[in-house]
């Protein structure tokens, strides 16, 4: 799914109209419709609504929402600005609708009046949409520092007032913090940020129907993974095939006190269908290794920690779960990657070696896949003030190097040679436990080595380790999931996506 501006949003808006037989005032109600009905069927136990609109456009939509529901039966109060900014067109026609009902109270909002709604009322948030352009002020923000102080559960339409679609604004701004937030066609960047994205709550992409054939062509660097990117990507097992048929991965990291990391990424390759996964490890490691994967071959690479990484280029590597940084370690792995062309799967004290000297970066292979945290992306490339930031960094290092950046975060940003950015929006917080990028760096060696594009192992790599983490949080709550209760479900994942793939032919 493209994730377009707010400029664009308005194209695809009007090229809709002009492409089709619809008004403005008919697809505002399209999409009204599509937020009713959402509220209709997820508020069951709520039928008192408090809807505050704004004079844009966004506030047509919360007037027509309102319109609605209070058809549908719910009860409705309508609160709207008393400043001398001009309704648009389409709320004032929204508004005159509303007025033509008897029953639904419309009110001029004050942000000095102390509202009291009860613990059933929800706060409907229409008071900005996708247009805005600089923080709240006057009565809006005064409004929405009151909302926020409620406990009451609280619905934005489109986007959080106060909330811009596509940056974040400075000097702490006041945005409205809601629990669920109905956009319309695609998700916004700023929903993505750790900064911005806190203000959404659980997000919901209405299909309103906009015209595709702009979505087609028109052109953005930024995208979110979604099933149908996915099921584009997987490869279902071909019957009449053989171990040769899927690859060998080769798994080097470990180091005495951190075979643990090595265990992880090497069972994260086995359960997802490489054809032959060794691991290259210390000599400290070679038992818990072969009785915790004996379906790995063995290699040593050193006794206590790693010395040797004579690893044959037609294997796929992945480099650095547990592997430490002692100096003959480093040593070793930086004569390594003097000498290696091929491209390499790199993670944790790989990438660690790799910081203490800003020329190490020219050895990575061209093509290779790097999946840095935060802090480990500031030690390679240096500190950004916020995520937005530090997004366009790795856009400009991952084009000068040529290499793959996977930017693990909340919602884990894929950034390639070309500049172009893939979301990822699967996953929870149960993946904030140390062990967790292991699982995903024998996730993408694997998938390297089954051959998928680079692109697509990151792509179905990220994905998977992330819906595989929403399985086991079902199962085992986010609180006491581990990585190798991931690893345990990504049969799971796999049988989902086969069933999909099925009843898509």
């Excluded at 492409?19 to 039928?47: D, F, G, T, Y």
């Excluded at 950046?405 to 140390?434: C, M, R, S, W």
């Amino acid at each position: 799914m493209k994730i377009f501006t707010a400029e664009q949003i308005r194209s695809w808006d009007q090229f809709t109209i002009s492409h089709e037989p619809v008004s403005s005032i008919q697809l505002m109600e399209r999409a009204s419709m599509a937020v009713a009905h959402w509220i209709s069927e997820h508020c069951k136990n709520h039928k008192k609504l408090a809807v505050f609109c704004g004079s844009g456009n966004n506030g047509g939509d919360g007037l027509a929402v309102a319109r609605i529901l209070y058809l549908k039966g719910f009860d409705i109060d309508v609160f709207i600005s008393d400043s001398k900014r001009k309704l648009s067109e389409d709320a004032s026609v929204n508004l005159k609708r509303l007025r033509d009902l008897s029953g639904i109270s419309v009110r001029k909002f004050d942000p000095d009046e102390h509202y009291s709604f009860d613990d059933k009322t929800i706060i409907v948030d229409a008071l900005f949409g996708t247009g805005l352009s600089r923080p709240l002020e006057g009565e809006y923000k005064k409004l929405v520092e009151q909302l926020n102080s409620k406990k009451n559960t609280k619905i934005s339409i489109d986007i959080p007032s106060g909330l811009s679609a596509d940056e974040m604004f400075d000097n702490n701004p006041v945005i409205l913090k809601a629990d669920y937030t109905l956009t319309f066609q695609c998700w916004k960047r700023t929903f993505l940020h750790p900064e911005t994205g806190k203000y959404t709550g659980k997000v919901e992409v209405l299909n309103i129907d906009l015209n595709k054939a702009y979505a087609d062509t028109a052109d953005t660097a930024y995208s979110v993974i979604d099933d149908q990117l996915i099921e584009s990507i997987f490869i279902p097992r071909q019957e009449f095939s053989h171990k040769g048929s899927y690859g060998k991965a080769i798994i080097a990291g470990g180091s005495y006190g951190k075979i643990g990391a090595a265990v992880l990424a090497v069972k994260s390759a086995l359960k997802t269908g490489v054809g032959l996964t060794f691991a290259l490890a210390p000599e400290c490691g070679y038992e818990i290794l072969q009785t915790s994967c004996p379906e790995a071959m063995f290699i040593k690479g050193g006794e206590h920690f790693m010395t040797n990484f004579d690893i044959d280029s037609s294997f796929t590597c992945g480099i650095g779960p547990g592997l430490g940084t002692h100096s003959d370690t480093e040593k070793s792995f930086l004569s390594f990657m003097k000498n290696y062309t091929q491209p390499l799967i790199l993670d944790a004290d790989a990438l660690n070696m790799i910081s203490k000297d800003p020329k190490n970066l020219k050895l990575i292979p061209k093509k290779s896949i790097i999946t840095p945290h935060p802090k480990e992306f500031e030690r390679l490339f240096g500190s950004t003030d916020d995520s937005f930031k530090r997004l366009e960094l790795a856009r400009e290092k991952a084009k000068k190097l040529d290499i793959y950046i996977v930017l693990k975060d909340h919602h884990t940003q894929i950034i390639t040679p070309e500049g172009n950015v893939f979301y990822n929006i699967t996953g929870n917080a149960g993946l904030a436990k140390g062990g967790s990028g292991d699982v995903l760096t024998g996730i993408l060696t694997s998938l390297s080595a089954q051959k998928y594009s680079e692109k697509h192992t990151c792509i179905l790599g990220v994905w998977l380790h992330g819906r595989a983490a929403e399985i086991a949080s079902e199962k085992h709550s986010k609180e006491s999931m581990l990585p190798t209760d991931v690893i345990d479900t990504f049969g799971s994942v796999f049988e989902e996506l086969n069933k999909k793939i099925t009843r898509n032919l």
